[in-house]
C-alpha cells in the first residue's frame, strides 16, 4: 500500500508523445531520459531526428539516459568530472526537466542547458549540470540535453549523405519541443533562456544562424564562446571526414556501409584520427547551405542575436585548461623550445606560438600555448561586445577570476561551471575547486548563479549579492569580475589586448 500511495504522488507531465513519471526532492520534480526525438539507429542514423513514438501510460522518467557515444575517458575527466551514469549508446536523444511545479498553470521562466566538450564529449545528464538547485534556489524550469557527438553528429560528406548538422538538428528539435511541451512542466515558452558553454556556446551561435532557430528562444548566455571554430569551414569539414573515413578502413563507404557499422567503430576511427591531427577541431557544425546557411561567429557579430538579450564572457585562464597535466610543456621553458625549433625542423609550426605571447625567455612553454589558446576566448567576447554596442544593443559581459588552489589551473576553462550549477559537491576533487566547502567558494556559488537565474528573469544579471554590472559600451567597456569580492573591470578593446591578458 505505502508503495502505491508513495507512486501516486510522483509528479506527472504530459508532452505530445505521452506522460513522464518523475521524483520529488524537496520540493522540485525531476524528470531523467525524456525522448524529445526517435533513436537515431538504423535508417535514423545519419538523418534528421524525428519525433519519438508515442508511448502508452506513464513513462518513468526517473533513471539516467545514455550519454551520446563517445570515449568513456578523455583526458578533460582530470578537471571536469564526468558520469556517464546511464552507459553510452546512439538511444541518447533525450532531455531532462526541473521544475518546482509541474502540475500548476505557472509561467516560469525556463532555462535551457547545452553542454560543451568541444562536440566530442559530455552529456546533458552528466550530475555536474544537475538542474536542481537551479530550479530550487531560483523557482525556474531547468532543461538540459543530449545532442549527437563526433562523427555521429557532425560527420560532412555531401556527395554520400544528403543531410548534414545532425548534433544541431538535434539541439533545435529539442528546443522545439520545449516550445512545445514544457508548459506541463510550469514553463513559458515564451520565456527561455539557453546557455551553454565553450561547444555549447557556438551552438547557441549556430542555432541563431540557423533557419527558424532563433525564434526558439528569448535570451542567452554564452560561455566561453570558442571563436576558433569560425575557420572549421565546409572545406575543412570535408577533409576531416575524408580522413576520418580512411582511418575507419572504408574510404570508398557510403551511407547504407556507415549505417551498418557498429557504434564502437565510429569511436576507434576518431581516436586514430585525433593520433594523425593532433591540432585543431575534428567534428563541428558545418556551413552547409541547408541548415546553416552562415558561419555562426561571423552571423553572430553581424546581428543574428540582435531578437535576443544575450550575456558573454569568459575565463581568466581559459588556455590553461588545454596544458593540464602536459609536462613536455610544463617542463620546458620557452627558450629552450626556440632554441630546439626552426626552419626545416619537424616543430617549425610551434615557432609560430613564440610570435604571440610576450611572456619572458624563462616562462614554461605550457604558458605560452596557453596565452595563444586562451586569447581566442577574450577576443571573441570583445569583438561580439564592441558589435552588439555599435548596433545599440545592450549585452552584459563577464570575466570569471576566481583561482583554483592549482597554480596551474588558475581561473581556467570550465572553471565557472560549478558556480554557475552551484552544485559544488560534484565537483569535489576536482582541481577546479581546492576546497568545494569553503564558505567563499559557497558564497561566490549563489552569487554567480543568482545571476544567471535574474538574466533568465529580466534580462539584467544584476543582484543586490554584486557590484553594479551595467551593460557594455565603447566608452565604459564594463565587464564583471567574478571573483570573490567580484568587481568592475575594464575589457580591453580588440586590437589591444595581448593574449598574456587572459592568461595572468
Not at 141 to 166: D, H, K, M
Not at 168 to 179: F, M, T
Not at 221 to 241: G, H, N, Y
Amino acid at each position: 500500500m505505502a508503495n502505491n500511495q508513495a507512486l501516486r504522488q510522483r509528479p506527472l507531465a504530459d508532452t505530445a508523445a505521452g506522460r513522464v513519471e518523475g521524483t520529488w526532492e524537496n520540493g522540485v520534480a525531476t524528470f531523467l531520459a525524456i525522448p524529445y526525438a526517435a533513436p537515431p539507429v538504423g535508417d535514423l542514423r545519419f538523418a534528421a531526428p524525428r519525433p519519438p513514438e508515442p508511448w502508452a501510460g506513464a513513462r518513468p522518467a526517473d533513471t539516467p539516459g545514455q550519454a551520446p557515444v563517445q570515449e568513456n575517458a578523455s583526458p578533460a575527466d582530470a578537471i571536469l568530472p564526468k558520469q556517464l551514469l546511464g552507459g553510452i549508446g546512439e538511444d541518447a536523444l533525450t532531455l531532462n526537466v526541473w521544475t518546482p511545479s509541474p502540475d500548476r498553470d505557472g509561467k516560469l521562466p525556463v532555462m535551457v542547458w547545452i553542454h560543451g566538450g568541444g562536440y566530442q564529449i559530455g552529456a546533458g545528464s552528466a550530475p555536474v549540470y544537475s538542474g536542481y538547485t537551479m530550479s530550487r534556489r531560483g523557482d525556474v524550469v531547468t532543461v538540459t540535453v543530449n545532442y549527437r557527438l563526433g562523427s555521429l553528429g557532425y560527420l560532412y560528406l555531401p556527395q554520400e549523405i544528403p543531410e548534414v548538422n545532425f548534433g544541431l538538428q538535434d539541439q533545435l528539435a529539442a528546443l522545439r519541443w520545449v516550445r512545445g511541451n514544457i508548459e506541463s512542466f510550469g514553463g513559458d515558452p515564451d520565456n527561455v533562456t539557453v546557455f551553454g558553454q565553450s561547444a555549447g556556446a557556438h551552438s547557441i551561435a549556430s542555432a541563431a544562424a540557423a533557419d527558424g532557430g532563433a525564434d526558439l528562444f528569448r535570451r542567452a548566455i554564452l560561455q566561453s564562446l570558442p571563436v576558433l571554430l569560425a575557420d572549421f569551414t565546409a572545406e575543412v569539414a570535408l577533409e576531416r571526414s575524408k580522413l576520418f573515413l580512411d582511418c575507419l578502413g572504408m574510404p570508398g563507404a557510403g551511407l547504407a556501409d556507415l549505417r551498418a557499422l557498429p557504434a564502437r567503430e565510429f569511436l576507434r576511427a576518431q581516436q586514430a584520427m585525433a593520433q594523425r591531427e593532433p591540432v585543431g577541431q575534428l567534428f563541428a557544425p558545418v556551413v552547409d547551405g541547408q541548415i546553416l546557411r552562415r558561419e555562426p561567429v561571423a552571423a553572430m557579430q553581424a546581428g543574428s542575436l540582435d531578437h535576443a538579450q544575450v550575456m558573454v564572457g569568459f575565463t581568466r585562464d581559459e588556455g590553461l585548461f588545454f596544458v593540464h597535466g602536459r609536462d613536455d610543456l610544463w617542463n620546458v621553458t620557452r627558450q629552450q623550445f626556440a632554441d630546439q625549433t626552426g626552419p626545416g625542423t619537424p616543430s617549425k609550426a610551434g615557432t609560430d606560438l613564440l610570435d604571440l605571447s610576450d611572456r619572458p625567455d624563462g616562462a614554461p612553454m605550457a604558458l605560452v600555448v596557453a596565452d595563444v589558446i586562451g586569447s581566442q576566448f577574450g577576443t571573441g567576447v570583445s569583438r561580439f561586445a564592441e558589435a552588439r554596442a555599435l548596433a545599440g544593443q545592450p549585452v552584459n559581459v563577464f570575466e570569471f577570476r576566481r583561482q583554483a588552489g592549482d597554480v596551474q589551473i588558475g581561473a581556467c576553462h570550465c572553471a565557472e561551471l560549478p558556480f554557475v550549477f552551484n552544485n559544488l559537491a560534484e565537483f569535489a576533487g576536482s582541481p577546479l575547486l581546492a576546497d568545494a566547502a569553503d564558505q567563499q567558494n559557497v558564497d561566490l556559488a549563489n552569487a554567480v548563479q543568482d545571476s544567471w537565474l535574474a538574466f533568465a528573469k529580466t534580462g539584467d544579471p544584476s543582484h543586490s549579492g554584486l557590484p553594479d554590472w551595467p551593460a557594455f559600451e565603447l566608452d565604459g567597456r564594463a565587464v564583471l569580475g567574478l571573483d570573490f569580492p567580484a568587481e568592475l573591470r575594464r575589457l580591453q578593446p580588440t586590437g589591444e589586448s595581448t593574449p598574456k591578458e587572459g592568461n595572468r
